[in-house]
């Protein structure tokens, strides 16, 4: 059974056993629905080799792409070309992460220009 009609069935079976039911019965029945379904917001994302290839390929076209010298924050702290391979993996992974719905907020970097 699917997602979907597990809670087509559930939804009217829980109004169903709270129609005679007190107030405190009535919470403890709709936290025990809410606690049933709450892993859905948890549940994991499973990479495998396409989505590290994604990444990978993600963060070689952002250092082919990027223009230099980066500098970071408000002190404008200069990136060295080693680290720059570093900060365009992190930024490919969280791209990624994002495109998959895996991310509440999208984290970014503050790129400063050399001004």
Request: one cysteine or more.
């Amino acid at each position: 059974m699917s997602l979907e009609e597990e809670i087509e069935i559930d939804i009217p079976q829980f109004f169903r056993q709270i129609e005679n039911c007190d107030t405190g019965t009535k919470f403890e029945i709709l936290r025990m629905l809410i606690h049933k379904y709450s892993y859905i917001s948890t549940s994991p994302f499973i990479m495998d080799s396409y989505n590290l290839r994604s990444i990978i390929n993600g963060a070689k076209s952002k250092f082919a792409n990027d223009s230099f010298p980066i500098f970071l924050g408000e002190r404008k702290i200069k990136i060295t070309q080693s680290e720059l391979s570093n900060l365009c993996i992190i930024e490919s992974a969280i791209a990624h992460l994002n495109k998959n719905d895996c991310l509440k907020k999208m984290p970014k970097f503050d790129k400063r220009e050399d001004r």
